[in-house]
């Protein structure tokens, strides 16, 4: 089984995994320019323009212009090389403002020293033209519970110039995230791959000949070549490596449903598949750290217990537990399971605890768990999913395989996933 394949614990409803099909569209990927008619400082060092800072996103942000000049100390008129660029500066009512500020400060540490290092010293400014430079355009926006920090570095050299698109996405906690961590995919590149090549086999003018899939493969940069939109996400290839120079960078855009697995829309509906999402990393959280299988809807107290955690604390992870009156507990078994409620979940649970008619729930990190689908049948009055059990955040070293695993689901309408769970089989 290729791990290409796989979805990961991700809480956001995002675990998502191939199928294949969507027909990818593509653009070339934006441009735009800071206002050069707008004042920008002389003074040496880093200088900010008031009169480019722009209110985004309801006041959630602004756009703040700065221009650096080099050597260090050196003005407009005799600087060797410039760099101007605009970032976003998220007001204090921006949940995660500091932490988000923070990435955006070491993104622009980096990118001083990349021109410092790297491009200042391939300038050469010729007397009464226009310094060698670097300009970042940006652009802002929140989607899919990411913020999308989009960025084009246009480097000029004279007559020569190229677009090189960047970009951050950062989570809610100010945390960058790759596109395996936010898709749940533990080797996105292939998969990924093999979507944009599909495009362009199936418009192939204005591409090179002679792409391929492996071809696509190097091209892409899962870490900052990607943005996540409403719908799926977008991915950007640097100009000249897939198509002619002329074109500039070009952006692919991936619906999420092309990332399914291809049983979804055969035994499953798409939107089936996707409201189950959670309570499938759920039931692997449950059922993994004890390699335990269960039948007839009745896992253990332990397995119960884990699963409503995770499905009952997500949104609470400020907090260190989470009381919830017994009766509601109770039901939110039955909601999700066709078994008894386990007697014995507050002495053998995962610490959860009943007290004055309430359950304690302890709010902790959830563990990297989830299930693989590789295959689904559906039959009269069941919903059977075959795949792995996996463990270990997508994209990481420590991510593997642990067990094979059946899931067997009734079909319920009234519960909160569509399903019930009725059995787990790991072998």
């Known amino acids: 089984m290729k791990k290409s394949q796989i979805f990961a614990a991700v809480l956001v409803a995002f675990l998502l995994l191939c199928s294949g099909c969507d027909v990818l569209v593509h653009t070339p990927a934006a441009t735009e320019q800071p206002d050069e008619t707008a004042p920008v400082s002389e003074a040496p060092g880093i200088s900010p323009s008031p009169a480019q800072q722009q209110e985004q996103a309801g006041g959630q942000f602004t756009l703040e212009t ?43 540490e980096e990118l001083t020293e990349r021109v410092r290092t790297e491009r200042l010293p391939l300038a050469d400014r010729v007397e009464g033209e226009a310094a060698p430079s670097t300009t970042v355009s940006c652009d802002a926006s929140y989607a899919g519970g990411y913020w999308n920090i989009r960025l084009f570095e246009t480097v000029s050299y004279g007559a020569e110039q190229e677009i090189i698109p960047y970009a951050l996405v950062l989570d809610e906690a ?38 391929t899939p492996e071809d696509v493969r190097f091209a892409l940069d899962l870490m900052n070549g990607f943005a996540v939109t409403e719908t799926g996400y977008e991915i950007f290839i640097r100009a000249g490596v897939l198509a002619p120079e002329e074109l500039g960078p070009l952006t692919f855009s991936i619906e999420r449903a092309a990332l399914y697995p291809d049983c979804v829309g055969e035994a499953i509906s798409a939107e089936e598949y996707e409201l189950l999402l959670p309570a499938l990393q759920a039931i692997s959280a449950a059922c993994a750290p004890n390699y335990e299988s269960f039948s007839d809807g009745s896992p253990s107290a332990y397995a119960a217990s884990v699963f409503l955690t995770n499905m009952l604390t997500t949104g609470n992870e400020a907090d260190l537990w989470v009381d919830i009156p017994a009766e509601t507990y109770e039901a939110a078994f039955s909601d999700y399971f066709t078994g008894t409620f386990p007697a014995d979940l507050s002495e053998a649970g995962d610490g959860t605890t009943l007290q004055d008619g309430a359950y304690r729930v302890p709010v902790r990190p959830h563990a990297a768990y989830a299930l693989r689908v590789d295959d689904a049948v559906r039959t009269e009055d069941a919903l059977i999913l075959y795949g792995m059990l996996l463990y270990g955040m997508p994209g990481t070293e420590e991510a593997t395989e642990l067990s094979a695993a059946v899931v067997t689901l009734a079909p319920e309408s009234g519960a909160p996933v569509g399903f019930r769970f009725v059995s787990v089989e790991l072998t």
């Open 66 to 108: 700065r221009t650096v000049y080099f050597p260090e100390g050196s003005r407009e008129a005799d600087a060797e090389y410039v760099l101007s660029y605009t970032l976003p500066l998220f007001s204090q009512d921006t949940i995660g403002a500091q932490a988000l500020n923070a990435a955006l400060a070491l993104y622009e």
């Open 174 to 211: 100010g945390s960058e995230q790759s596109f395996a961590a936010v898709s749940g995919q533990y080797e996105p590149d292939a998969l990924v791959a093999q979507q944009i090549y599909n495009a362009i086999d199936q418009q192939p003018e204005g591409y090179f000949g002679d792409v």
